[in-house]
Every structure is written in C-alpha cells, then in structure tokens.
C-alpha cells in the first residue's frame, strides 16, 4: 500500500471531544424522572451516600495524531491519518489512587475512508499502525474512526475492572455513548455543547451550590440515558452558570431507588475528586485522578517526533 506524509502540522483540524453525538440535535428530555419539574430544585445528597470502603475506578484515554497521511486507494488518493492512543484506569480506594497494572493498552491505528480489503498496516522502525477503515474523508471522521478503537480499547479496561473488583463503581472520562451496557458504569461529562435543560429546570441548574445536584432527568433519542448535573467546589458566578459543573450519565436500566441512590452516590463522591485551579487549567472539572492518569498515558505515546520520522521513512519504502 502506497502513501505519502502530509506536511502539514498533524495537531491541526483535529475535532476536540464533546458531549456531541449523532443524535445531539434530536433528542427528547424528560425532566420527571426523579420528581416532577413543579418540585425541581437543588439535591444535596444525605449523609448515607458515601462510598465507605468501596472502591472508584476512572477511566480514560488520550490520543494523539502522529501525522497526516494521504493513502492510494482502488479509485485514488484519499486522506487518512497515522495516530497514537492509549487508555487505562486508575483506581481509588482508602485515600490511594493506584493506575490498575492490567488495565493499560496502547495502540496504534491507520485511518482512512478505504475498505478494509484495501487498507493495510503500516510498519515503522518502532511501531506498527494498525488500519480502520473511516466512514469519510473529512478530519471529524478520521478523529472518529481513531476515538471508537480507543473507546473499545476503555471498554475492555472497565470489564476487567469490573472483573477484579465486583462491586467498583466505574466512571468513564467522557459520554457513555457505547459503554451504555456496562453494568456499574458511569459517564462523566466535562464539557457542555448541548443545553439539555431550559426554562426552570435551567434555573434550578444555575442555583446549583457545590455538592449539589439537579434532579436526575432521561434523554431519549438514538442513545437513551439517564443524567444529572453536579457542581463541584469552586468559584460560582453568575456570569458563568456552568462553571464547575460536570454531567453524569447512566444507563436507563438503571431506575427508582437505584437511580436515585447512584446519583447521590456520584454527588457526595465526586468533590473529592475535584482538581485545583493552582494545578490545573481544566479545574475543578478535570478531576486529579484523571489528570494523573492523562499524564501517564501521554508518556506511555512515546515521542511524537521519533514516531514523526519513523513513518517518513516508511512512506519512502513504499
């Protein structure tokens, strides 16, 4: 298989993870999962909901584009892009935060629009790129393409969590969009593209304090889910309604006493977890473990330009 490096920075027109998704313009929120919206306001979780013993496991995954190819293909050049990705969980228990020895992969992937027949792996000095084919051309379906390996890659991770330690509650850095089947498995949501409350239910957001939660609420569409808002300690302001707030996201199987109880679980435990703003540009929302973790796994990509070089030679062999 023939292709050619782009010169072109690589860490530019890579679409930024959101809570976007194929149904994001298309969904249905119905706010009286929890209580009516008449009785919305403020949830401060009671002194029960405490994680005691009971371990919380966070998982996440980073990823990086190595370079921007251009492949031969049956019908003629298309675009396609080299990355690296690497995911992995660290796990919280009695006040220490351990990255799960077993629970870390990195890969490697080529992703163009070509069928798989067509597609071939590349294989450099250090490491070998495996292919997936890319729905299109465009930089967003590449990124995808590349995003949904190391998603499989956070799923495997939360099975084998879920495998050595039963009772772990898992949190995964990001929409549950596609781990909606885990059992125990939260979502957590940092960043906020899509308003799903309006009118009172916005309002009761806003009024949120630090530790406290709305009432939980379903999303229908093609991905169904539960959620709910948590503010994290911080700085309130006005002038920034969603300052420190995180969504969190649970499967619709999960209902009545349970449903509540996760979500006053992830309420009470979530502020523990909350990062500086003296440490991290991303706090209080990017949480410590998380940050700790994303650190790690960066190393774990090796260097950007040793990786760089590698696939230039390659593309000279071809």
């Given at each position: 298989?023939?292709?050619?490096?782009?010169?072109?920075?690589?860490?530019?027109?890579?679409?930024?993870?959101?809570?976007?998704?194929?149904?994001?313009?298309?969904?249905?929120?119905?706010?009286?999962?929890?209580?009516?919206?008449?009785?919305?306001?403020?949830?401060?979780?009671?002194?029960?909901?405490?994680?005691?013993?009971?371990?919380?496991?966070?998982?996440?995954?980073?990823?990086?584009?190595?370079?921007?190819?251009?492949?031969?293909?049956?019908?003629?050049?298309?675009?396609?892009?080299?990355?690296?990705?690497?995911?992995?969980?660290?796990?919280?228990?009695?006040?220490?935060?351990?990255?799960?020895?077993?629970?870390?992969?990195?890969?490697?992937?080529?992703?163009?629009?070509?069928?798989?027949?067509?597609?071939?792996?590349?294989?450099?000095?250090?490491?070998?790129?495996?292919?997936?084919?890319?729905?299109?051309?465009?930089?967003?379906?590449?990124?995808?393409?590349?995003?949904?390996?190391?998603?499989?890659?956070?799923?495997?991770?939360?099975?084998?969590?879920?495998?050595?330690?039963?009772?772990?509650?898992?949190?995964?850095?990001?929409?549950?969009?596609?781990?909606?089947?885990?059992?125990?498995?939260?979502?957590?949501?940092?960043?906020?593209?899509?308003?799903?409350?309006?009118?009172?239910?916005?309002?009761?957001?806003?009024?949120?304090?630090?530790?406290?939660?709305?009432?939980?609420?379903?999303?229908?569409?093609?991905?169904?889910?539960?959620?709910?808002?948590?503010?994290?300690?911080?700085?309130?302001?006005?002038?920034?309604?969603?300052?420190?707030?995180?969504?969190?996201?649970?499967?619709?199987?999960?209902?009545?006493?349970?449903?509540?109880?996760?979500?006053?679980?992830?309420?009470?435990a979530l502020p523990r977890f909350a990062s500086s703003p003296v440490k991290?540009?991303?706090?209080?929302?990017?949480?410590?473990?998380?940050?700790?973790?994303?650190?790690?796994?960066?190393?774990?990509?090796?260097?950007?330009?040793?990786?760089?070089?590698?696939?230039?030679?390659?593309?000279?062999?071809?």
């Amino acid at each position: 298989m023939r292709f050619a490096i782009d010169p072109w920075d690589p860490s530019y027109g890579v679409a930024n993870e959101s809570d976007t998704g194929p149904d994001a313009t298309a969904v249905t929120v119905e706010l009286g999962t929890e209580r009516p919206i008449g009785a919305w306001e403020p949830v401060s979780p009671p002194g029960s909901a405490s994680l005691g013993e009971r371990a919380v496991a966070f998982v996440d995954g980073v990823r990086r584009v190595e370079a921007r190819i251009w492949v031969e293909g049956p019908d003629g050049v298309v675009p396609g892009v080299c990355a690296s990705w690497a995911a992995g969980a660290v796990c919280c228990s009695g006040g220490v935060a351990t990255i799960h020895p077993d629970a870390v992969e990195v890969g490697r992937t080529i992703a163009a629009p070509l069928p798989a027949r067509s597609l071939q792996s590349v294989v450099t000095r250090h490491v070998t790129y495996l292919p997936v084919p890319a729905n299109g051309p465009a930089p967003e379906d590449l990124w995808l393409a590349v995003q949904q390996e190391m998603g499989r890659a956070e799923i495997r991770i939360a099975n084998a969590i879920r495998r050595h330690t039963p009772d772990a509650l898992v949190v995964v850095d990001g929409p549950l969009q596609g781990r909606e089947h885990l059992a125990g498995v939260v979502g957590l949501v940092k960043t906020h593209h899509v308003a799903y409350l309006a009118g009172p239910a916005a309002t009761v957001l806003g009024a949120l304090a630090p530790g406290e939660r709305t009432p939980v609420f379903t999303v229908t569409g093609r991905f169904p889910r539960h959620s709910w808002y948590v503010r994290l300690p911080g700085a309130v302001s006005s002038m920034v309604p969603l300052a420190g707030v995180v969504r969190c996201e649970c499967p619709v199987q999960v209902v009545g006493d349970e449903l509540v109880a996760l979500a006053d679980l992830l309420t009470a435990a979530l502020p523990r977890f909350a990062s500086s703003p003296v440490k991290d540009s991303r706090a209080p929302q990017n949480l410590t473990p998380i940050s700790g973790l994303e650190r790690r796994l960066r190393h774990r990509l090796g260097d950007p330009q040793v990786l760089y070089r590698s696939l230039r030679v390659a593309a000279g062999r071809t």
